[in-house]
């Protein structure tokens, strides 16, 4: 197949990596956003941004509140889709794969190394649950805050999501509009993976 140049290699998460590194120094802000897609108990498609957090040997990880929308609905369908677009570079990553939380010591690493008032930040927030107001926010981190000293632990409703691909498909901008796609698939997480060229 003629897959060269941005396209070379025998590694998407390889491929992924290089792509992520050209973005850092030109998208102007949150190069690692990607918009999550999840579904809720009726198919109902949900979606927001995230960062990317980390690009490891065989998936990728973001972290969240585990009890938010986007929480509940991964830990009841096990799935989820994302999309990393780069408008500086014209280019576009799209994964679907499982989902595992990652609740271990990497987490708490990741919880560690943010700044100590988003730390307490995650304490005080019941993401995506209704607000009375922004006083009543500001209230819950004054008494988390307190609670927790200037180490907070990981709060146990918070921490990563690992996506484990099946699906993962690079598409960079080409001229009149004759773009280039590979998609890369496998039927489990053990198997190897197939790349097709796809239309545009
Ligand atoms: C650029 C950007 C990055 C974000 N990063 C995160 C993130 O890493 N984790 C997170 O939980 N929310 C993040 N958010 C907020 C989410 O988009 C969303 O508002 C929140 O997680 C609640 O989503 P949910 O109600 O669907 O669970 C980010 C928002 C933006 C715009």
């Known amino acids: 197949m003629d897959r060269s ?19 850092e120094p030109v998208e102007p802000n949150d190069p690692n956003a990607i918009a999550l897609a999840t579904v809720d108990a009726e198919g109902m498609p949900n979606v927001r941004m ?7 040997a065989d998936a990728f990880v973001f972290y969240t509140n585990y009890g938010s929308k986007k929480g509940q609905e991964i830990a009841a369908s096990g799935k989820a889709a994302f999309v990393l677009h780069w408008k500086s570079l014209r280019r576009q990553i799209r994964v679907r794969g499982v989902t595992e939380r990652e609740e271990g010591p990497q ?25 009375s107001s922004r006083a009543a926010l500001l209230a819950e981190v004054a008494k988390v805050t ?40 496998r039927g489990g997480n053990d198997k190897p993976w197939t790349v097709e060229r796809l239309n545009p």
């Open 5 to 23: 140049g941005i396209f070379a290699g025998d590694d998407p998460f390889a491929i992924a990596r290089a792509w992520l590194a050209e973005a």
């Open 50 to 56: 995230v960062l990317l957090k980390e690009i490891e």
């Open 107 to 131: 987490a708490d690493e990741y919880y560690a190394s943010r700044s100590l008032k988003s730390r307490l930040g995650a304490w005080a927030s019941r993401q995506s649950e209704p607000l």
């Open 146 to 185: 307190a609670q927790q000293g200037p180490i907070p632990r990981r709060p146990p409703f918070w921490g990563g999501i690992r996506i484990r691909p099946v699906e993962i498909e690079f598409w960079a901008d080409g001229q009149f509009r004759l773009h280039d796609r590979f998609r890369w698939t």
